[in-house]
């Protein structure tokens, strides 16, 4: 935990970032990449995330722009300074959508009918709002969204006719982190079926991050390369440091406290947690309030500070809004000292494997009362204290 910053502080490691961006590049050699930095960057904060896809540490990694969620998410990129393409992955629903799209020089995403009807007759109406580049996406098996396979290829054609428009071939895929079963290549069959049909100057777009890692058939001409680049991993039988991911999230806080409880002694909401024999624990100031999860068991792993480094221990009992309690029972503890709640140290996918869930929810889930900073600049006040 850094010297005045109180309750909690998400550490950002923007050099790691980019070492996972390295790794999506080294697996998809030759080809593009669209980084997906939904979420306020699955958590990390929009704009650390463009820092670094803007600096020269990532010189020479071939960009094809970033994808986003929402009109507010590429206004913030645009202001930021970002000026390579922005695809808007759920594209627009609305005309007024439509045309906020087009201000902020956008690639939608094209997944139903009514979109492709919405966005000819606008052309037609004003052939300058037309976008560079449409993202037409199919529904190859995961049936949430894109077209099914006749209106794809009628939307295909109808866009395409569109003079100054390049249309990207777009799927995703349902099951990628699922090694055995057999989705991928069925849904990869389909995509095949579709691209048979269409000329092959149009770019094609089918892996995110577990496509990206585990089925090189996959890769084509794009890839989107999501949780990985956060240092998680898309497989729950593969760790990221196996893949060569580092962690760029590093979830802190520290102790505010520590007492004794003789056996007996129930902690916290509910007493859900009684001591079997005399013991310590840690109260530490962060709580489903900051974004850590609230269904967090007892024996979630956590690591906390004592004179010889940090070490492993565990929750215990409920996490409350603003806190959660640890046993710190014989770690020579004191007051102040820090806690890794994940992140360095602690893998954010064993935490989420703990809660039943999936690393994507911690990180998206941290509060906004819960700083966001870049690793270097901890560094450099901790220097300075």
């Given at each position: 935990?850094?010297?005045g ?64 969620a ?6 913030k ?14 594209g ?32 037609a ?6 976008p ?31 003079p100054?428009?390049?249309v ?5 895929l349902?099951?990628?982190?699922d090694?055995?079963s ?22 094609r ?8 890692l ?11 390369p ?10 729950a ?20 406290a520590?007492?004794?409880?003789s ?14 024999a005399?013991?310590?624990?840690g109260v530490?100031?962060?709580?489903y309030?900051?974004?850590?999860p609230r269904?967090?068991?007892t024996?979630?792993?956590v ?34 000292a ?5 992140g360095e ?20 889930q ?18 300075r204290?």
């Open positions: 935990m850094t010297p910053r109180g309750r909690a502080v998400a550490e950002i490691d923007t050099s790691a970032f980019a070492s996972n961006l390295a790794v999506a590049a080294s697996r998809h050699a030759g080809a593009r990449l669209l980084p997906v930095i939904k979420a306020n960057g699955y958590g990390h904060e929009l704009e650390f995330v463009a820092s670094v896809l803007m600096s020269d540490e990532v010189r020479g990694i071939p960009l094809t722009g970033c994808a986003v929402s009109l507010v998410e590429a206004e990129l645009r202001a930021y300074g970002w000026q390579l393409p922005i695809v808007l992955l759920p627009f629903v609305t005309e007024d959508e439509l045309y906020q799209a087009h201000e902020l020089r956008l690639d939608p995403v094209v997944h139903s009918a009514y979109q492709a009807r919405l966005l000819l007759a606008a052309i109406a004003d052939d300058s709002c037309k560079k580049r449409v993202w037409l996406k199919a529904n190859t098996g995961m049936h949430r969204l894109g077209l099914n396979e006749s209106d794809w290829l009628a939307a295909f054609r109808s866009i395409s006719a569109v100054g428009i390049e990207v071939v777009m799927s995703h349902a099951g990628a982190d090694l055995d057999p989705a991928t290549r069925q849904q990869q069959a389909l995509f095949e079926g579709l691209l048979a049909q269409v000329p092959t100057k149009n770019s777009s089918l892996a995110a991050s577990g496509g990206l585990a089925w090189p058939t996959t890769h084509y001409d794009i890839a989107r999501g949780i990985m680049l956060y240092g998680s991993s898309p497989f039988e593969r760790s990221a440091a196996s893949i060569g991911l580092k962690p760029v999230m590093t979830l802190r806080s520290r102790l505010i520590i007492n004794a409880l056996k007996g002694d129930a902690v916290g909401y509910g007493g859900t947690f009684v001591a079997s005399a013991m310590q624990i530490v100031s962060i709580g309030g900051d974004g850590y269904k967090a068991p024996g979630t792993p690591l906390v500070q004592t004179p010889t480094g940090f070490v492993r221990t565990r929750l215990i009992g409920r996490v409350s809004m603003d806190m959660i309690t640890i046993d710190v029972t014989g770690l020579n503890c004191a007051v102040n820090g806690v890794v709640l994940w140290g602690l893998p954010a996918d064993e935490i989420a494997a703990a809660c039943g869930t999936i690393a994507y929810e911690l990180f998206c941290v509060t906004p009362r819960v700083p966001r900073l870049v690793s270097a600049f901890l560094k450099q006040e901790a220097e204290s």
